[in-house]
């Protein structure tokens, strides 16, 4: 019984590692610089 529960706090522990990583992965996605192309020619933006 004890093993059962040690076993389900260290997935429950990989889960929220994993989905914190993914949440600051995303966020420094986010920044950075967008350069994009248009008719009005080049425009250059940070995020």
Known sequence: MA????????GA???VCAIG???VYQQH???GV???VSKNGLSVQTK
Do not use: D
């Not at 093993?3 to 260290?10: A, G």
């Open 3 to 10: 093993r059962n529960v040690l076993f389900f706090l260290l």
């Open 29 to 31: 996605q986010t920044s």
């Open 13 to 15: 522990a990989i889960v």
């Open 34 to 36: 967008e350069v994009s």
């Open 21 to 23: 990583g993914y949440m």
